[in-house]
């Protein structure tokens, strides 16, 4: 038997993940020595989430009961992945590395776990993310950068989603009939999360526009105006408007907005066309686009945002406004547009909520509930 691995542990048996000469990662099926004696690798992609679909398809996972949690949440992970959409999968993908290493070493019998175990996890994996800030704190010094602040709940959420995904693998396992065992996770109180309740005020957003080049210019500008998530932003084509309207599709709701291009949001767009036809050479048919017209992927967008807030940060006039300065995301564009729609139920259809308490929520939560004085 092969030893254990101790690296990608998020990859099903048999998947094996190559970095190629750009450092490009390709995915691949080892199906082991053939009658020809040659090992048989098959191409997955360079896709985490399709090569996995495409194992799925392949690859039959449920064989009579599993003993082990790492087994369970194997076959789940694989046989769940055709149908799950991409933003899941990488979730799961994200959730199984520290799943495995709590319950991995060594596998823990399924009939095994109780609900103290899962407690553990929980408390585990807060202690895990401080340690791993705590080394990262050190590479920065290092670097000559500042530390980044430890807190009291730094891992909480993240610990609350696994423990919800071995939920899931667990539910589904009963339901497959690998396991008889109960869901050891029912009745454990998660950690509590704070939730973001950060809202964006004009001159902070105003401060860091200031500091962006043009392509995070206009995808600042594009998020706050028509109020959608950062993936559903780098999801939008030209080919997207139609009939005066931005036509999409939101990835999380599958709801369908179509958002009407005129005033600033015409005025933007005809802004990102111009500068798009500036360009030499092949231009991609993404709204938001670097220097070279290439789709501005996630990772550049968040370098980008990342670089611009902390020249921001940095230029700001007394340390509470470069802490506030450093505390905003991209994502928290989204509540800023929510909140300065005047009715509520635009807003709600601007975010393409189902109801209006959910909106209602989002809104109060991020700027607080308008009330007036006793006098």
Do not use: C
Not at 131 to 151: S, T
Not at 279 to 293: T, Y
Not at 314 to 342: C, E, M
Request: proline share 5%; net charge positive; charged share 30%.
């Amino acid at each position: 038997m092969g030893r254990r691995p101790t690296v990608n542990l998020n990859l099903p048996p048999g998947m094996r993940a190559k970095k190629g000469a750009r450092g490009q990662v390709w995915y691949y099926l080892d199906k082991g020595k053939q009658s020809n004696g040659k090992r048989e690798w098959v191409p997955l992609g360079n896709s985490f989430p399709d090569a996995l679909r495409a194992y799925a398809e392949q690859v039959e996972t449920v064989r009579g009961p599993a003993v082990t949690v790492p087994e369970l949440l194997t076959r789940w992970s694989t046989a769940t992945a055709v149908g799950r959409k991409a933003g899941t999968l990488d979730d799961i993908r994200y959730a199984l590395p520290a799943l495995m290493r709590f319950f991995g070493d060594p596998p823990a019998p399924l009939d095994q776990v109780e609900p103290v175990h899962i407690r553990q996890f929980l408390d585990w994996r807060i202690a895990e993310a401080k340690r791993a800030k705590q080394e990262a704190n050190v590479k920065r010094v290092e670097d000559g950068k500042k530390p980044l602040p430890i807190q009291p709940n730094d891992g909480a959420v993240r610990a609350n989603r696994e423990a919800a995904w071995l939920s899931a693998a667990w539910n589904w396992g009963r339901d497959q009939g690998l396991t008889k065992a109960q869901n050891p996770t029912l009745g454990v109180r998660r950690h509590k999360e704070a939730g973001r309740k950060i809202y964006i005020e004009d001159d902070e957003l105003a401060t860091i526009l200031k500091h962006a080049d043009a392509p995070l210019q206009e995808a600042i500008e594009l998020a706050y105006l028509i109020g959608q998530r950062p993936g559903d932003l780098r999801d939008l084509r030209e080919t997207d408007i139609r009939d005066g309207h931005l036509v999409m599709e939101q990835n999380k709701t599958d709801a369908k907005l179509r958002i009407a291009i005129v005033g600033s949001l015409a005025a933007l767009i005809e802004r990102i066309k111009a500068r798009k036809a500036g360009i030499q050479g092949v231009r991609s048919l993404s709204l938001i686009v670097n220097e070279k017209g290439e789709a501005l992927g996630k990772a550049a967008l968040r370098y980008r945002f990342d670089k611009a807030r902390e020249l921001a940060a940095n230029a700001a006039p007394n340390k509470a406004t470069g802490a506030r300065l450093r505390a905003i995301q991209f994502r928290d564009l989204r509540a800023k547009a929510a909140s300065d729609v005047d009715a509520l139920d635009q807003a709600q259809k601007l975010l393409g909520h189902t109801k209006r308490d959910m909106t209602e929520h989002y809104v109060r939560k991020k700027r607080g509930e308008k009330v007036s004085p006793v006098r």
